[in-house]
C-alpha cells in the first residue's frame, strides 16, 4: 500500500474544478494570471486573469484545496494596515496585528463561476482595509493556450457601471465573428471603485464579524450570458439539472463492497469521476454524455464517450443510453472532405472554441475517426442487451444502418474486405483514425511512419464485433435476415484477418497493412484488443496472449502501447510505449474471454495497484511505460495526462464486470455469470444490477479451493441468474459467448414456433 502522502498527483501546479462545460485552473495558491490558468467555457477562456491584493500588496497564502469536483476553498492572511492600533509600524500588536485580517476564498463552477470571500478581522479594534482585484479576459482558445500562440485575436474594450453596493465589470471581445464577452459582478458592503481592469472595495471591519463579497463571472458566450448556477446570495440560485442528473446518477448505480480497500477505492472513485464528468447537453439521457477528460479535453469526443459509457455500463447504463443519443444526433449526412465526414459516419469531436467557430480548425463537427463508428453499434446491440428495449433499437435503426453501410461503403476504401483510413482533410485533419490518433503512433519495426491509407489491426477487430452484435441485435428482434448477412460478413472478415495479419514467426498479428497492403510487422498493443473483440482464432490465442504478457508488453502496471524493444520506444510517449488503463483493460476483457484467467488476474492486479500510486485512487490518462520493478516504483505517467478521464474511470468497471463475467440478457431476463475471483480479491459483492427492468444483487466468495461461490442476494423482475464458467485457456467459452449462443436459440426457436 502506498501511503497517502506519497501519491502522486497529476498536474500538482494547478488547482481545478469542472462541471459541464466550465472549469477553473488556478495555480495552487487559488491565483489565475500565467500559462493555463483562467475560467474557461466551451475550451475558451473567459477570465485570464484574477488576484487580490489587500493594501496593494498580495495577502500571505496559508492554504488553496478542491473540496470537490465543482468547488475549491482557499484561505489568505494580511497584516493590519499602518496606522491601525496593534499594526507592525505601531510597534505593538505582534502576531495578533501581523495575521490580522483573514481571506476565506470559495469558488463554486457551473455554468459560470461564483466566489464568495469572507473577510474577517481578528484584531482588537476596528479596520479600514482596501481590497482590490487585477482583472483580465483574453478570449483564448485553449489550444492556443497550451501551445502558447494566438491565431485570432481582437481588441477587448471595458466597461464599468455600479450603484448602491454592487458594481459591474464587462470585458467585451470586439472580435466580428465572435460576440464574447465576461462580466464580473461583485457585491459588497463597502465602496465599490472600477477602473482599467481593477476593481477595489474600501471595508470598514469590526473586530470578528465577517463581511462577505460576492463575485460572480458569467461568460457572454456569443453574447448570451451564461449564469452561475450559485448567485451572489451565497446559496445555490435553483434546483438546476446538474443536481437532478446527479442524483439519478448516484441513486441508480451499481454499489461495490469488498474487504480489499484499493479495489473498493478505486470502484468509488470511478464511479464518482463517472458521475462529474457529463456534459449536461440536452435535457434526456443525452445529459450524460461525458467529457472526454479534464482539463484538456472537456468537450464531445464520441470515440472516448462511446468507450467510455460501454466499459462503464455495468455502473449505470444510464450514460450508455445517453452518448448513443447524442453520437445518433451527430451523424453525419453528408460528404463533407474538410471535416472528414461522410453519410453515415460517427463524429469524432464536436467544439465551440474560438478555432472551431472560426474555421480554422476542423473541429466544430469532425469524423476523422474509425473508432466511433464501430463502438456505436457495439454500444447500441450493449444497450438492448442490457435494457431489453426493442423500441430503442428501433428508434435507432435508421442510424445503425447508415453506419453499417459507411462500414462497407466508405470505410472499405478500395474493396479489399479491409478497412483502411485516410484523411480528407489535409493538414488539419487527423493522420491516425484507429484509436491511436497520434501522427507517429503506427510505425515500422525499423521506425519509419507508416504512410497512408493504413488498415490497422483494432479497427478490424472492432467492426468484427460491431458486425457480429447488430447481426444478433437484428435477429433478436425479428430481422433474421439482415441479422444472418451480418454475422456470415463478420465470420468472412475474421477468416480473411486471421489469414492476412497473423505473423507465424512473431506469433503475432501485425500492427497494420500499408498501403501496399503488406503487414507492418510491430509489436504494439493493438493486437490484444483483437482478443476482446473476439476476432481471433482460437488456434492462434495462446500465442497471441503469451506475447502480450512477455516483459516487453506487459510493464507489470499495464500493457504498453508499444513493445519497449521497439527503437522508437519511449515510456512517456502518447502512443510509443506509455500504458493506458483503458485499452488495457479492454485486453483483460480478452484475455479472459479466451480463457486466460491467470493472465488477467495479473493485469488486472497491476492496474488495480496502480491506482494506488495516484491521488485520490484516481487512474490518470496514461501510465508511464518503465518497467515494474526496484529501479522503477513508480510508472510516472504521459506528461499531458488528462485526470480525470472518462474512459480511464470506466476502465475500473470493466475490470470488476471481466472478473464476474457478468453478461446482462434481458431478452432472456437472464444475468449470465462466470465468476473467478483472484487470491487477492477474496470477496466481492454488487448491489442494483440492471437487466431490462429489474434489479439483481450478487456476492461473491473465493473459497479455501479457489474456487468463486456466488449467491443471489435479491433480484426483481423476474431476472434469473445463470453461471456458465469459463474452461481452461483457449478450450472454454466465456460468459459472453454463451450469451450469443442463447440469443440466437432463443430468436430461431421463436421464429420456427
Same mark, same amino acid.
Given at each position: ?540 490465442? %495462446?500465442? @497471441?496472449?503469451?506475447? #502480450?504478457? +512477455? *516483459? &516487453? ?7 504498453? =502501447? !508499444? ?102 440478457? %434481458?431478452? @432472456?431476463?437472464?444475468? #449470465?455469470? +462466470? *465468476? &473467478? ?7 466481492? =459483492? !454488487? ?67
Amino acid at each position: 500500500m502506498i501511503m497517502d502522502l506519497n501519491r502522486f498527483k497529476t498536474h500538482p501546479e494547478f488547482l481545478i474544478i469542472y462541471r459541464g462545460h466550465s472549469s477553473l485552473v488556478t495555480d495552487i495558491r487559488g491565483s489565475i494570471g500565467q500559462g493555463l490558468e483562467g475560467l474557461y467555457f466551451r475550451k475558451t477562456r473567459f477570465l485570464s486573469k484574477m488576484r487580490c491584493n489587500v493594501e496593494g500588496k498580495e495577502p500571505k497564502f496559508i492554504s488553496a484545496n478542491g473540496t470537490d469536483s465543482y468547488s475549491m476553498i482557499g484561505y489568505y492572511f494580511s497584516a493590519l494596515p499602518s496606522g491601525t492600533p496593534e499594526s507592525p509600524k505601531s510597534g505593538s500588536g505582534g502576531e495578533i496585528a501581523e495575521r490580522a485580517i483573514e481571506l476565506q476564498v470559495n469558488r463554486f463552477i457551473g455554468g459560470g463561476l461564483h466566489q464568495d470571500v469572507l473577510v474577517t478581522n481578528h484584531a482588537l479594534s476596528p479596520a479600514h482595509i482596501r481590497l482590490s482585484w487585477e482583472l483580465a479576459a483574453d478570449f483564448a482558445d485553449q489550444s492556443e493556450v497550451e501551445g502558447g500562440k494566438r491565431q485570432q485575436q481582437a481588441p477587448v474594450e471595458q466597461d464599468w457601471t455600479h450603484h448602491e453596493g454592487r458594481g459591474t465589470l464587462t470585458f467585451r471581445y470586439r472580435h466580428p465573428d465572435l460576440p464574447h464577452g465576461t462580466q464580473l459582478r461583485f457585491t459588497a458592503p463597502g465602496a465599490l471603485e472600477g477602473s482599467e481592469g481593477i476593481v477595489s472595495i474600501l471595508l470598514v471591519l469590526e473586530p470578528q464579524r465577517p463581511v462577505r463579497i460576492g463575485i460572480d463571472v458569467v461568460p457572454l458566450f456569443l453574447g448570451e450570458a451564461v449564469e452561475p448556477v450559485y448567485g451572489c446570495d451565497g446559496v445555490r440560485a435553483r434546483t438546476t439539472k446538474f443536481d437532478r442528473a446527479r442524483e439519478r446518477w448516484d441513486a441508480e448505480r451499481v454499489r461495490l463492497v469488498t474487504s480489499n480497500r484499493t479495489v473498493q477505492e478505486a470502484w468509488e472513485r470511478a464511479a464518482d469521476d463517472l458521475g462529474s464528468l457529463p456534459l449536461f447537453d440536452g435535457d434526456g439521457p443525452e445529459m450524460y454524455t461525458p467529457a472526454a477528460g479534464i482539463p484538456i479535453y472537456q468537450a464531445l469526443f464520441g470515440r472516448d464517450a462511446l468507450i467510455a459509457a460501454w466499459q462503464a455500463s455495468l455502473l449505470n447504463p444510464l450514460m450508455l443510453r445517453g452518448v448513443l443519443e447524442t453520437t445518433a444526433k451527430w451523424q453525419a449526412d453528408a460528404d463533407d472532405p474538410q471535416h472528414d465526414a461522410q453519410p453515415g459516419k460517427i463524429i469524432h469531436q464536436h467544439q465551440e472554441s474560438p478555432l472551431s467557430l472560426l474555421g480554422k480548425n476542423p473541429f466544430r463537427a469532425y469524423y476523422g475517426d474509425y473508432v466511433a463508428p464501430g463502438m456505436f453499434l457495439v454500444a447500441l446491440a450493449t444497450d438492448f442487451a442490457i435494457t431489453g428495449e426493442r423500441d430503442f433499437v428501433r428508434h435507432m435503426q435508421d442510424k445503425a444502418l447508415k453506419t453499417l453501410a459507411w462500414i462497407d461503403r466508405y470505410g472499405d476504401r478500395d474493396g479489399d474486405g479491409f478497412y483502411e483510413y485516410e484523411t480528407l482533410a489535409g493538414d488539419q485533419g487527423i493522420k491516425n483514425q484507429g484509436w491511436k490518433d497520434s501522427a507517429q503512433a503506427i510505425l515500422y519495426p525499423d521506425g519509419r511512419i507508416v504512410e497512408n491509407p493504413l488498415a490497422v489491426a483494432d479497427v478490424q477487430g472492432l467492426f468484427y464485433a460491431a458486425k457480429h452484435l447488430m447481426g444478433l441485435t437484428f435477429l433478436a428482434i425479428g430481422e433474421d435476415r439482415r441479422g444472418s448477412e451480418l454475422l456470415q460478413q463478420a465470420e468472412a472478415l475474421k477468416e480473411r484477418f486471421n489469414r492476412v495479419f497473423w505473423m507465424p514467426e512473431e506469433r503475432f498479428f501485425a500492427l497494420a497493412l500499408d498501403r501496399d497492403k503488406k503487414p507492418v510487422k510491430t509489436i504494439a498493443a493493438d493486437a490484444g484488443h483483437c482478443l476482446a473483440h473476439g476476432i481471433v482464432a482460437s488456434d492462434k490465442a %495462446a500465442a @497471441l496472449a503469451e506475447r #502480450l504478457m +512477455a *516483459p &516487453d508488453m506487459f510493464s507489470g502496471w499495464g500493457i504498453r =502501447t !508499444l513493445s519497449s524493444a521497439h527503437p522508437a520506444y519511449n515510456p512517456f510517449a502518447y502512443h510509443l510505449g506509455s500504458v493506458w488503463p483503458w485499452p488495457t483493460a479492454l485486453i483483460g476483457f480478452g484475455l479472459r474471454r479466451y480463457g486466460f484467467g491467470e493472465a488477467f488476474h495479473r493485469l488486472a492486479k497491476g492496474l488495480f495497484e496502480a491506482s494506488e500510486l495516484f491521488a485520490w485512487n484516481r487512474l490518470p490518462e496514461a501510465l508511464g511505460g518503465q518497467a515494474r520493478d526496484a529501479q522503477h516504483p513508480h510508472p510516472g505517467l504521459y506528461p499531458s495526462s488528462n485526470s480525470p478521464q472518462a474512459w480511464s474511470a470506466s476502465a475500473v468497471i470493466s475490470l470488476v464486470q471481466t472478473m464476474l463475467g457478468l453478461a446482462p440478457l %434481458a431478452p @432472456l431476463n437472464t444475468l #449470465l455469470i +462466470a *465468476p &473467478d475471483l483472484p487470491e487477492w480479491l477474496p470477496d466481492l =459483492t !454488487l448491489e442494483g444490477i440492471r437487466v431490462g427492468g429489474g434489479r439483481v444483487s450478487l456476492g461473491f466468495l473465493r473459497n479455501s479451493s479457489g474456487r468463486t461461490e456466488h449467491e443471489v442476494l435479491s433480484a426483481t423482475g423476474g431476472i434469473a441468474v445463470e453461471r456458465r464458467d469459463i474452461g481452461e485457456a483457449g478450450q472454454g467459452e466465456d460468459a459472453l459467448a454463451a450469451a450469443v449462443r442463447s440469443l440466437i436459440i432463443a430468436r430461431f426457436r421463436k421464429s420456427t414456433a
